[in-house]
């Protein structure tokens, strides 16, 4: 059975390298606390990037939840994660067309979540937004109150091409 990158490849004469990302200034890697996942993927095809970057929390450098109990600073600082994955593969919030929203508790907290989305969206410059789905989760640690997923396509520079 072939492969998902023998698939493409055999179709699309494609070649296709994927790595993962990381950006340990603010976000330690999930396989340090015995997690078996990488904060992000980058794959590179024909001259397209794409990154899958992992549910991303309120987490720190060390592991730790930051701002327990504290949604919108949860928030904040998730959105600051994602920035510094996206920053370290030449990205930013532009280039995401996707994100999966999951919030511990969707009754109780949407209405933050969007106005603290909707500020962070507008304060990037980000018009349209990107394709969202908020969705109600039990989150891998009981003090974490939300948790986002995104997608991010970029078209490589020119001169990382060659």
Not at 9 to 33: D, F, Q, T, W
């Amino acid at each position: 059975m072939l492969s998902i990158e023998e698939v493409i490849s055999e179709v699309h004469g494609a070649s296709l390298k994927k790595r993962a990302i990381e950006a340990p200034e603010v976000l330690n890697e999930a396989c340090e606390y015995g997690s078996a996942f990488a904060r992000g993927t980058r794959i590179d095809l024909n001259g397209l990037v794409i990154l899958l970057i992992s549910g991303t929390a309120s987490v720190d450098e060390a592991g730790n939840t930051v701002h327990v109990g504290d949604f919108r600073a949860q928030c904040r600082r998730t959105f600051l994660n994602i920035t510094k994955l996206l920053e370290s593969e030449g990205a930013t919030w532009k280039d995401i067309i996707r994100t999966t929203c999951y919030l511990r508790d969707i009754d109780r907290d949407y209405n933050e979540f969007n106005d603290e989305r909707t500020r962070f969206y507008d304060a990037q410059g980000l018009k349209p937004y990107p394709a969202s789905t908020g969705i109600q989760a039990k989150l891998c640690r009981p003090e974490l109150l939300v948790e986002i997923e995104a997608i991010a396509m970029f078209k490589k520079p020119a001169e990382e091409q060659k």
